[in-house]
């Protein structure tokens, strides 16, 4: 099946339409071209209403991360993004619900499959972090600093949510080590 036709029915999915709080709106970019992959959690609210990823105070600090510009980030050319419930699904007692479990085993493997040129995937948090990285330490501070364990082809990192500012003060090495290693790759991939 061709990517193009691939993504309309992922964009026209309804598998958790009875398990949302509103009309499901999945998601997702990528282009055949593309050479690096995110996966992060879920959509928000805000990138709920707009369709847009990433389109929020975690998507700035994410390019912040890369040294991206919203160009070069949006261009599904270069960067494929596919969380791992495309829906937002809804809000809970301490911030946005858990990615529906529905997704990841419904679209994952056949989105791989069109995507041939993917040599970086950000693994974004512990969701994603447990889908893709085998034997990882229980910990998400702990798979964090071995990110080199998985790379080239994985770089888990923390959720840049600003929820996550304590973490990010408590851990200073990430800003220290980990971002500069992670530009530089990124820098490789899209020059």
Known sequence: MPLSQLLNEIEGC???AGQLPHEPRPVVRAAESARIMIIGQAPGRRVHETGIPWN???GKRLREWLQVDDETFYDPEKIAIMPMGFC?????KSGDLPPRPECAPAWHQRLWNELP????TLLIGQYAQNQYLP???KTLTETVQRWQDWAPEYFALPHPSPRNQIWLKKNAWFGESVIPALRQRVHDLLT
Not at 88 to 92: A, I, K, Q, R
Not at 117 to 120: A, D, H, P, S, T
């Open 14 to 16: 309804t598998l958790c």
């Open 56 to 58: 929020d105070p975690s």
């Open 88 to 92: 937002f699904p809804g809000t809970g």
């Open 117 to 120: 040129n993917i040599q970086l």
């Open 135 to 137: 034997n990882k330490p």
